[in-house]
């Protein structure tokens, strides 16, 4: 068992990220991301980064080991779907008080783990560590290991405090506690030449679930999927896979590799999202399998429907092209997105305006500038108020981001799509695309936009009144006859009353109110003192 600090110096030495590989060690030490300033964890902790990447487990329980804040935190901010168990979206916390940061919190732990054990029996539990026990010093390792000799049930340390950083390194903690204390200590019902293991697949509004058919009918099985949708027992026997896909995230890379180096699972990166990618993914799956013993038959079945679904797709986002023709999309978004979608939104004749770049690997960019070509807007960091500009001055038509961002978008009255882990429809492969366009055609074209361009009524009436009367006094100085304008009189009268100054519209109101023949009455009518300027208009016009 390695101490916290060794493993997150563990974590930072990746050699198969091209970024981290070509650091100095000693930038290397410092991780990838910059260290967040007390209180500003705002994006995510570390403890935040490891839930995300675990909770799509389904048949586990998620103890949470700290005050009830940090479960409130992050309790189901991903919409991951389960095909089976709900037991992954119960809450669980120690919720830890004043007391226990006195006396330590372990008992509370260990009691909580029984009391998990004896009304839900879970697969197994997974036990997060937060800032205030970290500090305190309560092992959860430790009580981790008694529970489980115990209770004869796998009940596993994720620790993962939020102060040690960020959510990306949170997600590879998460990622070694699974290398550590779960991944091969099962074995498979059966294995076969077709099994593929699925990393950094979260299963976001069920998207595994438009890819899965697909692969079910060339005849590749997924052994387990890290993490969406997953279930502890295919994750335990996940080291008997043929090959891996690390789909669309680095967050989990280190599991990829490791299980590599251990257990010689090849993996390769690629993304589900657009046609080109994912039928690119596909063959890639189908040649790992191959070359490790499948036979050859497997590619012409992935060729047939690579071939069959293409055309379906591209028939079906034919549609949106006329539509789509000159609209321009700015994405904010992080990591490998900035490419995946890109590509997507492309194939439907959208023009990328700008893409964020900034959680994005030295890769992802130059996958954007082959896509974008040499004028890609990379854009590193983007304050709200240059999101606002950019929108306001119609340099985009629409954005896609998370929800965070959302309203910058609405403040500037531009359409906007979610496309990050909040989001409600689901995105991936042949079927997801055509979904992808059908959503930014819905947002593209909804008339609400139209309506929120235009002055407010009140807005609107006001110029318009102001205008008419300036005109009705234009008329009138050069010798036509004045019209008194106005429907609404009564709401005028009291506030005429009430006033020192009168505007000219209100005075215009209310001569009919109280029946004034001449505008020199008025004053005496209202109570009122008159500005001398509009007065002597109006006068001059008597
Ligand atoms: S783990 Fe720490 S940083 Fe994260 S939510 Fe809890 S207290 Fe906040």
Redesign the pocket.
């Known amino acids: 068992m390695t101490s916290l600090s060794a493993t997150i110096q563990n974590v930072f030495n990746e050699p198969n990220c091209a970024k981290n590989a070509n650091k100095s060690e000693a930038a290397r030490k410092k991780g990838c991301t910059k260290q967040l300033q007390p209180g500003g ?1 705002a994006g ?5 980064g490891a839930k995300i990447a675990l909770q799509p487990f389904t048949d586990v329980a998620h103890l ?1 080991h ?2 009830i ?2 479960e409130g ?2 309790w189901d901010n991903r919409g991951s779907a389960s095909s089976g168990s709900d037991l992954w979206r119960r809450s669980f916390t120690t919720d830890m008080h004043e007391i226990d940061v006195v006396f330590g919190g372990e008992k509370r732990l260990y009691k909580a783990i029984k009391e998990i054990i004896a009304k839900y029996d879970p697969a197994a539990i997974f036990v ?5 026990p ?1 500090m305190i010093g309560d092992d959860i390792n430790a009580v981790c290991k008694i529970a489980s000799a115990k209770f004869g049930k796998s009940v596993i340390p994720v620790n ?4 040690v950083g960020s959510k990306n390194l949170g997600s590879k903690l998460a990622g070694e506690a699974l290398l550590e204390y779960v991944i091969g200590t099962q074995e498979p019902d059966c294995t076969t030449p077709y099994d593929i293991n699925l990393i950094g697949e979260f299963n976001l509004s069920g998207e595994l679930w438009q890819i899965k058919p697909l692969l079910d009918e060339i005849g590749i099985r997924i052994l387990s999927c890290i993490s969406g949708d997953g279930k502890y027992r295919e994750i335990a026997s996940s080291h008997r896979a043929r090959a891996a896909m690390m789909v669309c995230s680095k967050a989990m890379i280190n599991v990829a590799s490791k299980m590599r180096e251990r257990y010689g699972i090849p993996f390769f990166e690629g993304s589900f999202y657009g046609i080109q990618d994912t039928s690119d993914a596909l063959r890639k799956i189908a040649r790992m399998l191959i070359e490790r013993g499948a036979p050859p038959q497997l590619m012409e079945r992935t060729e047939a429907a690579v071939a069959r679904e293409e055309a379906k797709a591209w028939a079906a986002i034919e549609r949106f092209k006329p539509r789509f023709a000159g609209k321009k999309v700015l994405l904010i978004t992080g990591g490998v997105k900035s490419w995946s979608v890109v590509a997507a939104l492309q194939e439907a004749g959208l023009e990328i305006v700008g893409t964020s770049v900034k959680k994005s690997t030295s890769e992802d960019k130059e996958r954007i500038q082959k896509l974008v070509g040499h004028d890609a807007h990379m854009i590193e960091d983007l304050t709200p108020r240059e999101i606002y500009k950019m929108l306001k001055g119609a340099k985009a038509d629409i954005m896609l981001s998370g929800g965070k961002s959302q309203f910058v978008a609405l403040k500037a009255a531009t359409p906007w799509l979610d496309i990050n882990q909040e989001r409600c429809h689901a995105y991936m492969g042949y079927v997801g695309i055509v979904k992808l366009m059908e959503e930014v055609d819905k947002a593209l074209y909804n008339p609400i936009w139209d309506q929120l361009r235009r002055p407010a009524p009140w807005d609107e009436a006001e110029i318009n009144w102001q205008a008419k009367a300036l005109a009705q006094v234009d008329v009138s100085a050069a010798g036509g006859t004045p019209t008194l304008l106005g429907a609404a009189r009564a709401p005028y009268a009291k506030r005429t009353r009430s006033r020192k100054t009168v505007e000219l519209s209100i005075i215009e109101e209310c001569i009919p109110t109280h029946g004034s023949t001449t505008v020199g009455a008025m004053p005496q009518d209202t109570h009122a003192s008159v500005p001398a300027q509009p007065m002597s208009a109006l006068q001059a016009a008597e």
């Open positions: 964890a995510g902790c570390a403890f935040d949470v700290g005050p804040a940090c935190n992050s997060y560590q937060t800032c205030v970290a993962s405090p939020g102060f």
